[in-house]
């Protein structure tokens, strides 16, 4: 290949250096962490500031001040505002959320729409301002993944960066939301990008870090919920917390099945899906105000033992039978905060037991409450680790670390193995195959750029061309010419033989005339007329990784891909078939 062509190449990859580049994607991490968090602060202004400017709440979460019929009526006004802007809107558009962002992610490699970035904001906002009884977690992590992938389409990133750099999105997203920096990589890593990996970890941690120092500034240093200090007083309570990870295992069965029950009605108008769920809220809303919103000033008294176990009981019962509606019918709001929610009552209602059941050894409510938190949350979401992080981040105590592996490990087994239940999302993707978690090659292939295994020895030509071409081709010494036009592939020693046998005749017809017809040299060689084998080409943008590349061709049924620039296929920069894949995978440098 001469200088020239390869300065060419180089000057062609510039504009997708920057994603083949760990530093270049820490920096880009940063950014996105800042502007991930900075909308996460805005999302959560818009929501707190009306409620305690314009109502008569003490904080954001006081419903309970409200009078019952202004309660109602904010519910039925924000139900009726959301049926009104979702009910025009094509499926697709009125995909939100977790969901969403995983769909989007494996089917499209973390290319999120403007459009559904734009509504899960607002629809979002109205659902909490409106007091519905759902979460800001699950609309916090598609603003962030989607904030995310807004920039890396910016930078035009490769697809396996872009992938990457949603997961930032999504780290400093749940950071800035509960102040927990190490929670936010786990949950990028455990629940979104479904791998742990090395090149993952810098940039997500990156992201999650400035999330966190955003939230700190703005909101403080607290974290989401107010922990008291407590501690499993002796080994002897052990029986008892696998009591509760056995109950927590039981509650997150209940709170799925409850999802399955409730998408049988998706069939429904959605004015009745929705507007059921809004009466049924305001209903309940009459007799258990704290039902209405996140619902975290509940877990804090939970944690701290002031509400009563028949409270505690209809409370867990009300949040997970809406929790489970609104998500199933797909309400723009989160199920991560209800889970959350339903544990903290359901711990807190074991542990006010255990003060019956052994009044002489006194226990710890907050204890239970935490532990029973974050066995809902890990057996839910199937995200163990996350929860079990986001525990220790958001107690400060080492000692809960072994407790709350007990209880949430057993509640995950429950889950999982004796009711063979999958995690939340999937059941709210229908079981959607691409939700599920990838093999060790898959995973390899998605996070290798496809330039790595492409050949760039390669020449564009015409079907036809001139003897005069055909030597100055053959001077380069490319591998591979390329009948863009035909979309057809033929190796360049194919033309070499084509020539030494078109010169030997040409010899043996002028060997009696002693000289050459300059017409006759001058005489176009047809590509696709001479002998030598021909592959059919396919073509993918240079932002594609291997698993976009192995998916085309089997969908195609080609072995060949041309990879272009961009979009416009303006400029061939390489080709890359199975085979180069295979050896790339085989024989990848540890």
Same mark, same amino acid.
């Given at each position: ?162 992938? @990457? +750099? =949603?997961?930032?999105?999504? !780290?400093?997203?749940?950071? #800035?939301? $509960?102040?927990?920096?190490? %929670?936010? /990589? ?18 997500? @941690? +990156? =992201?999650?870090?400035?999330? !966190?120092?955003?939230?700190? #500034?703005? $909101?403080?240093?607290?974290? %989401?919920? /107010? ?20 109950? =927590? ?342």
């Amino acid at each position: 290949m001469s200088p020239l062509r390869q300065l060419l190449q180089q000057h062609w990859l510039t504009h997708v250096t920057l994603s083949n580049n760990q530093i270049g994607l820490a920096l880009l991490s940063l950014l996105v962490g800042l502007a991930s968090a900075g909308v996460i602060t805005l999302f959560r202004f818009a929501i707190e500031l009306p409620l305690v400017e314009f109502l008569p709440m003490d904080s954001e979460e006081d419903y309970e001040a409200l009078a019952p019929f202004l309660r109602v009526t904010l519910l039925l006004a924000g139900g009726a505002l959301l049926i009104a802007i979702f009910h025009p809107l094509s499926k697709e558009l009125r995909s939100l959320g977790v969901g969403h962002v995983l769909l989007r992610m494996e089917r499209h490699q973390g290319y999120m729409p403007l459009p559904n970035l734009l509504l899960q904001w607002f629809a979002a906002v109205i659902a909490l301002l409106s007091g519905h009884s759902v979460g800001r977690e699950g609309p916090a992590v598609h603003l962030g993944a989607g904030t995310a992938s807004q920039v890396g389409q910016h930078f035009h990133l490769a697809h396996h960066r872009l992938r @990457i +750099l =949603a997961g930032c999105g999504v !780290a400093s997203a749940i950071s #800035a939301s $509960f102040n927990t920096p190490m %929670a936010g /990589v786990i949950f990028a890593m455990e629940v979104v990008l479904l791998e742990y990996s090395i090149r993952g970890f810098i940039p997500i @941690i +990156l =992201a999650s870090v400035a999330g !966190a120092i955003v939230s700190e #500034a703005v $909101f403080g240093a607290e974290t %989401a919920f /107010v922990v008291p200090a407590f501690d499993m007083k002796s080994l002897l309570e052990i029986p008892y917390i696998l009591a509760l990870g056995l109950m =927590a295992g039981l509650t997150a069965t209940a709170f799925i099945h409850s999802i399955k029950l409730f998408q049988k009605f998706n069939h429904l108008p959605l004015w009745i899906k929705w507007g059921g769920l809004t009466c049924t809220t305001a209903i309940a809303s009459l007799w258990l105000p704290q039902l209405m919103g996140i619902g975290y000033d509940t877990v804090n008294d939970a944690l701290a033992g002031k509400v009563v176990v028949l409270t505690l009981f209809a409370l867990m019962v009300g949040k997970l039978w809406l929790a489970a509606w609104a998500a199933a019918t797909g309400f723009p709001g989160g199920l991560i905060g209800p889970s959350l929610f339903v544990g903290a009552a359901l711990g807190g209602i074991l542990g006010q037991l255990s003060a019956w059941w052994l009044p002489e050894y006194p226990v710890s409510v907050g204890f239970y409450a935490m532990l029973g938190m974050c066995a809902m949350m890990g057996a839910t979401l199937r995200a163990p680790l996350a929860a079990l992080v986001a525990m220790l981040e958001l107690t400060a105590n080492p000692n809960i670390i072994m407790p709350g592996m007990l209880a949430i490990v057993v509640a995950s087994l429950v889950v999982s193995e004796i009711f063979q239940l999958p995690s939340v999302f999937q059941v709210l993707m229908g079981g959607n195959p691409l939700a599920q978690t990838p093999s060790p090659v898959q995973q390899m292939l998605r996070n290798t750029w496809v330039a790595q295994a492409m050949s760039r020895d390669i020449t564009c030509v015409d079907r036809h061309i001139s003897h005069d071409s055909a030597e100055l081709i053959l001077r380069d010494r490319p591998e591979w010419l390329l009948l863009e036009k035909e979309n057809l592939l033929l190796s360049t020693a194919d033309l070499a033989l084509a020539m030494v046998h078109d010169a030997e005749q040409r010899n043996e017809r002028h060997a009696g005339i002693g000289h050459e017809d300059e017409h006759e040299h001058q005489a176009t060689l047809d590509l696709i007329a001479m002998p030598g084998d021909r592959e059919e080409v396919g073509r993918i943008s240079l932002k594609a990784n291997l698993q976009d590349a192995l998916d085309q061709m089997q969908a195609s049924q080609l072995q060949w891909l041309a990879v272009y620039r961009d979009a416009s296929e303006q400029q061939c920069v390489g080709v890359v078939s199975r085979e180069h894949i295979e050896h790339f995978y085989r024989y990848q440098p540890n």
